[in-house]
């Protein structure tokens, strides 16, 4: 790698860790706790994608790759082991119920509109059967509890339950917040960094759409609602495919699950 592309790739990482970093500082968070982090992750990702072929990747070889000392990888090893650093989340499965209410057919009535549900029933679909489901083995109650907390669902009159929203997006620094802004992030730079490795032909979809000269700060308000319109219109059509997708008979045994999606975001540059 030359010079130039080394400093290149350092003023990227220079941009790209400012809003990150100002997030850090407004939660509290020092450069000596971020600098364990990022020692863990340079041993983690040394690793896992940087190994030879048909061998486990030493100590020694991990130390090379990131230039921390033996016994510095050593540590991080032993804290990425030991799980440390991870904290359950419960967006996953709160994402993938949301889904199952819209998208099953075993809990949508006429015009595929997501059903009452009782809390249980031996006799029909209910709330409990859902998350059975669709969350594997999460309980019932503290799921119910969770989606009536963020106002995704409610108890009608008749004791049943109605959902409010097909999409969680939870509040402030709630952990499946955290989670969700972690994975976001990681999803979009996954992709670019894909693109950046590849020949022409093989890249992943990823463009964006700006004004060059920027928008009149009074068209704001209209080029985000029209934003927020067709980007919710575009994504439920997606969606919708990969639900009609899982409906249909195939045998999971014989086909690799392959976690995909697309992601669309309103940006507005301070520069």
Same mark, same amino acid.
């Given at each position: 790698?030359?010079?130039?592309?080394?400093?290149?790739?350092?003023?990227?990482?220079?941009?790209?860790?400012? =809003?990150?970093?100002?997030?850090?500082?407004?939660?509290?968070?020092?450069?000596?706790?971020?600098?364990?982090?990022?020692?863990?992750?340079?041993?983690?990702?040394?690793?896992?994608?940087?190994?030879? =072929?048909?061998?486990?990747?030493?100590?020694?070889?991990?130390?090379?790759?990131?230039?921390?000392?033996?016994?510095?990888?050593?540590?991080?090893?032993?804290?990425?082991?030991?799980?440390?650093?991870?904290?359950?989340?419960?967006?996953?499965?709160?994402?993938?119920?949301?889904?199952?209410?819209?998208?099953?057919?075993?809990?949508?009535?006429?015009?595929?509109?997501?059903?009452?549900? =009782?809390?249980?029933?031996?006799?029909?679909?209910?709330?409990?059967?859902?998350?059975?489901?669709?969350?594997?083995?999460?309980?019932?109650?503290?799921?119910?509890?969770?989606?009536?907390?963020?106002?995704?669902?409610?108890?009608?009159?008749?004791?049943?339950? &109605?959902?409010?929203?097909?999409?969680?997006? =939870?509040?402030?620094?709630?952990?499946?917040?955290?989670?969700?802004?972690?994975?976001?992030?990681?999803?979009?730079?996954?992709?670019?960094?894909?693109?950046?490795? &590849?020949?022409?032909?093989?890249?992943?979809?990823?463009?964006?759409?700006?004004?060059?000269?920027?928008?009149?700060?009074?068209?704001?308000?209209?080029?985000?609602?029209?934003?927020?319109?067709?980007?919710?219109?575009?994504?439920?059509?997606?969606?919708?495919?990969?639900?009609?997708?899982?409906?249909?008979?195939?045998?999971?045994?014989?086909?690799?699950?392959?976690?995909?999606?697309?992601?669309?975001?309103?940006?507005?540059?301070?520069?």
């Amino acid at each position: 790698m030359t010079d130039s592309v080394r400093l290149g790739l350092l003023a990227a990482y220079r941009k790209l860790l400012q =809003p990150l970093v100002r997030i850090l500082i407004r939660s509290g968070i020092s450069f000596g706790e971020t600098a364990e982090v990022l020692k863990s992750v340079f041993v983690e990702v040394a690793g896992r994608d940087f190994g030879l =072929p048909d061998k486990k990747t030493s100590l020694s070889r991990i130390a090379i790759l990131t230039g921390l000392s033996r016994k510095e990888v050593a540590k991080q090893n032993e804290i990425l082991v030991s799980g440390a650093l991870n904290f359950d989340s419960n967006l996953n499965r709160v994402i993938r119920v949301l889904e199952g209410w819209h998208g099953d057919p075993t809990f949508t009535g006429p015009y595929g509109l997501p059903m009452e549900l =009782p809390f249980e029933s031996s006799t029909g679909p209910s709330f409990v059967s859902l998350v059975r489901q669709h969350s594997g083995d999460m309980a019932a109650r503290a799921m119910l509890d969770e989606l009536i907390r963020v106002g995704a669902v409610e108890q009608t009159a008749a004791g049943a339950f &109605k959902v409010l929203v097909r999409v969680y997006i =939870p509040r402030e620094f709630h952990p499946d917040a955290l989670h969700r802004f972690g994975e976001v992030v990681r999803d979009f730079i996954n992709t670019y960094e894909f693109n950046m490795d &590849k020949v022409a032909g093989k890249s992943r979809f990823e463009r964006i759409v700006f004004a060059d000269n920027g928008l009149r700060e009074e068209l704001m308000p209209a080029f985000e609602a029209l934003a927020r319109a067709k980007g919710y219109k575009f994504l439920l059509e997606l969606n919708n495919w990969i639900n009609a997708q899982e409906n249909v008979n195939v045998s999971t045994k014989t086909h690799r699950r392959i976690k995909t999606g697309v992601g669309v975001y309103h940006f507005i540059s301070e520069e």
